[in-house]
């Protein structure tokens, strides 16, 4: 059974920081785009974050948090991360995890998604 669990997810001030894991298992994942949606009460998911298959080319961001976010994989570990810094209380959201073997606009759109985790809850206070 293949399965994306996220975690870290938590409370946190603005300014700080939080890191989110995402442990796939079933399958290994090394050929799928793998990135970070989110979704904030009354609104769409959106795209967050993608980080290509190994060797695939760059990771992408959405404007809205180019500079305060990394996205990283380790492919030994079946793991992806988001380390998330300077949050705002408009970062509030469900974050989820996403794998897909698509292409890159594709999957900023939310297409092709082949699996999507149960999401972890971030929450910014101000």
Known sequence: QVQLVESGGGLVQAGGSLRLSCAASGRTFINYNMGWFRQAPGKEREFVA????FGGGVSNYADSVKGRFTISRDNGKNTVYLQMSSLKPED????YCAAGLTTRDN??????????G??????VTS
Do not use: E, M
């Open 50 to 53: 993608h980080i290509p298959w």
């Open 92 to 95: 509030t959201a469900v974050y």
């Open 107 to 116: 999957f900023h759109n939310g297409r092709g998604i082949d699996y999507w």
């Open 118 to 123: 149960q999401g972890t809850q971030v929450t």
